[in-house]
């Protein structure tokens, strides 16, 4: 099946810091989301990337769609406390019915 | 008001008893899913419906069945629980189940089965 591996597993940042986590697939997606989980809580969606190349901003993260159609990354600028939680890549082709997950990055930032 | 609603949100129980999730989601969307997430934080879907039918079912044990009275619902039961089945499992919704649209998750529910 497919596989999703994000990197790196985890990240121990100072708070102000950038941090960068990227997402490979060994297949192609057509779409691209990425997730992040709080303690306790389902993924909430940070952004979504429907086309190749395509880079989009949300207030401090950029995330890209790898021009190959099997990667993507995600970027977060000036860290701060609430930044703290798992990042989830996920992979979507059109009529496939699923999402695919990678595994996640912990991200922690310290004060 | 919550989109995706779980309950309950914890659930202590014994091997080889039966128990159910329930979800509801206020979205107006016509697909939903089951998620399960691992001690390892690794999340893996079993179930997808959309309008009702089973539209995916990525091969879980006969012991779960999910079921979906209406598009806003879908239940999960679990027969003969195993240790094996100690997870965190969350209900998704989307807009469409082919065109990319986002999962919206709810809060989930800690399975603890001793």
């Known amino acids: 099946g497919q596989q999703l591996n994000q990197s790196p597993q985890s990240m121990f940042i100072q708070e102000g810091e950038d941090v960068s986590m990227n997402c490979t697939s060994s297949?192609?997606?057509?779409?691209w989301l990425w997730y992040k989980q709080d303690p306790g809580e389902g993924p909430v969606l940070l952004i979504a990337l429907y086309k190749a190349g395509e880079l989009t901003s949300n207030g401090r993260l950029t995330a890209q769609f790898g021009i190959t159609r099997k990667d993507s990354f995600l970027n977060i600028s000036a860290s701060i406390p609430s930044d703290v939680g798992i990042y989830f890549c996920?992979?979507?082709?059109?009529?496939?019915?699923?999402?695919?997950f990678g595994d996640g990055t912990t991200l922690t930032v310290k004060p | 008001d919550t989109a995706v609603s779980q309950t309950p949100k914890y659930l202590v129980t014994q091997m080889g008893n039966d128990k159910s999730i329930k979800c509801e989601q206020n979205l107006g969307h016509d697909t939903m899913y089951w998620y399960k997430q691992d001690s390892k934080k690794f999340l893996k879907i079993m179930f997808s419906?959309?309008?009702?039918?089973?539209?995916i079912n990525e091969t879980v044990p006969n012991r779960f069945s999910p079921k979906s009275p209406d598009k806003a619902h879908l239940n999960l039961h679990i027969n003969s629980l195993e240790l094996g089945d100690s997870a965190v499992y969350f209900c998704?919704?989307?807009?469409?189940?082919?065109?990319?649209?986002?999962?919206?998750f709810g809060n989930g529910t800690r399975l603890t089965v001793t």
């Open positions: 297949s192609i997606f057509n779409t």
């Open positions: 996920a992979g979507r082709n059109t009529n496939a019915g699923k999402s695919t």
């Open positions: 998704a919704s989307s807009q469409d189940q082919g065109l990319g649209a986002p999962l919206h």
């Open positions: 419906y959309n309008n009702k039918e089973l539209i």
